[in-house]
């Protein structure tokens, strides 16, 4: 299950001042479904994340809320589209509503609404602290940092308020955020009824505690009451749990600080993040594809390697005083012999075939069982055709293969049976 903490300073600016040691938060533990698991007010970090580990909770993501004046609202007309042109023209759309130099400003992009963008500004040395002041917790990871009265509920009529002691965090209707002393509230609710203020004048203001604890000071200004429409509601959680869950709703338009180059976490999440696992299963089955195709390569290289060992082995034992030989070139060297040997045998001429013929004439019949008729021999085709008698065909077989089997091109044709012997015609070449 994910959880996710949200942490708020309980001594606000100071925060960045204080050794982590002496720092103290008031949180709230969300999981995934959006509940509030747990809670704790004035904090250290080391008690935090000890409550964690107590519960077994690993690998959660860390909001860290700063105070609402640390970073400035407004907002950006941009007519572009893209990324990276809206990231170009967001400076000079709001120097002019920013009273520090530009240069020294971190700038926040947030969604677009009636008015154009939304933009957080803050201090870049100051957001360089808070984001150490988040950073380097024990199992968590920062996922942004926000402006705490940007994450009270929204009203798109009104305005929304939350007094948290001292301080109290303020949201337009708009989006925009500020934080007031709560002793200076009343002159806030005034400043509505300034005539030519289109802003809206209705205020929801979320108290702590029961019904009937209202600050004194929103009863000194009767005017203010009779003409602001104020809706009280009252909790019994610290203001922490009610900004976490408020950013829970799928409406919550809070800009997160953590971008450019302060993007850490979730943040800086690719576009292919969703396909990690897929990615991962498909680089393990390439592994283990290589793996194989190496294996099966060792394997049949390794016998290649003894076949050619063998047959370089037999090779030697023939050829033992060839040295230039190598399995690379054997073949061919073995086919040039066989030719050279082919080459250099004897001519099949008249005399040669005739001594062929005769040879085997001799080992088939014995000068018995085959008679010689006639002999003819073209020189041109290189054929001695011999006109021959024999008892039985098998003898006439036996004849030609014996010569075909000297390697020489032996047919029997015209066969004619005749009373007692058979008559037929023994044709010899070269092949």
Not at 15 to 28: I, L, T
Not at 87 to 98: I, S
Request: aromatic share 8%.
């Amino acid at each position: 299950m994910s959880y996710r903490l949200y942490v708020r300073s309980v001594s606000g600016s100071v925060a960045v001042e204080q050794q982590p040691g002496e720092r103290r938060y008031s949180w709230a533990l969300l999981d995934s479904a959006g509940h509030c698991q747990t809670r704790g007010e004035a904090d250290s970090q080391d008690d935090i994340e000890q409550t964690l580990a107590q519960n077994a909770i690993e690998h959660s993501l860390l909001i860290g809320l700063i105070p609402g004046d640390e970073a400035a609202f407004c907002l950006a007309n941009i007519p572009a589209k893209q990324q990276r042109f809206i990231a170009q023209a967001l400076p000079y759309a709001v120097e002019e509503q920013l009273a520090q130099d530009i240069e020294t400003l971190h700038l926040a992009l947030g969604n677009h609404g009636d008015q154009g963008y939304r933009v957080a500004a803050i201090d870049r040395e100051r957001m360089a602290n808070w984001v150490g002041v988040y950073s380097g917790w024990r199992d968590l990871t920062l996922s942004g940092i926000y402006a705490d009265a940007s994450l009270l509920p929204p009203r798109a009529d009104g305005w929304s308020a939350c007094v948290d002691g001292e301080v109290t965090m303020l949201l337009g209707p708009a989006g925009e955020w500020l934080s007031v002393q709560t002793s200076n509230l009343s002159l806030f609710l005034q400043t509505l009824l300034v005539p030519g203020n289109d802003a809206a004048t209705a205020l929801t203001l979320y108290l702590e505690g029961q019904a009937g604890d209202e600050p004194s000071l929103l009863m000194t200004n009767r005017v203010a009451q009779d003409e602001i429409e104020i809706t009280t509601e009252h909790f019994e959680r610290l203001p922490v749990e009610l900004l976490a869950l408020s950013h829970q709703h799928p409406g919550a338009g809070a800009i997160n600080l953590c971008q450019g180059n302060f993007a850490t976490g979730p943040a800086k999440k690719s576009a292919l993040t969703p396909w990690r696992p897929l990615i991962l299963v498909a680089a393990a089955w390439l592994v283990l594809q290589l793996s194989l195709e190496t294996g099966l390569g060792w394997y049949y290289q390794n016998q290649a390697d003894n076949l050619n060992a063998q047959a370089m082995s037999f090779y030697r034992q023939a050829f033992p005083d060839d040295r230039r030989t190598h399995p690379g070139n054997a073949r061919r060297v073995v086919e040039g012999q066989l030719r050279q040997n082919a080459d250099s045998g004897p001519s099949l001429n008249f005399i040669t075939l005739m001594k062929f013929t005769g040879q085997q004439y001799a080992a088939v019949s014995g000068s018995n069982g085959i008679r010689f008729n006639s002999l003819n021999y073209n020189q041109a085709r290189g054929e001695l055709v011999v006109d021959l008698r024999a008892d039985s065909y098998d003898l006439m077989s036996r004849l030609r293969n014996g010569l075909a089997a000297q390697g020489l091109d032996a047919q029997i044709g015209s066969v004619v049976n005749e009373a007692g012997e058979i008559r037929g015609r023994l044709t010899v070449s070269g092949g």
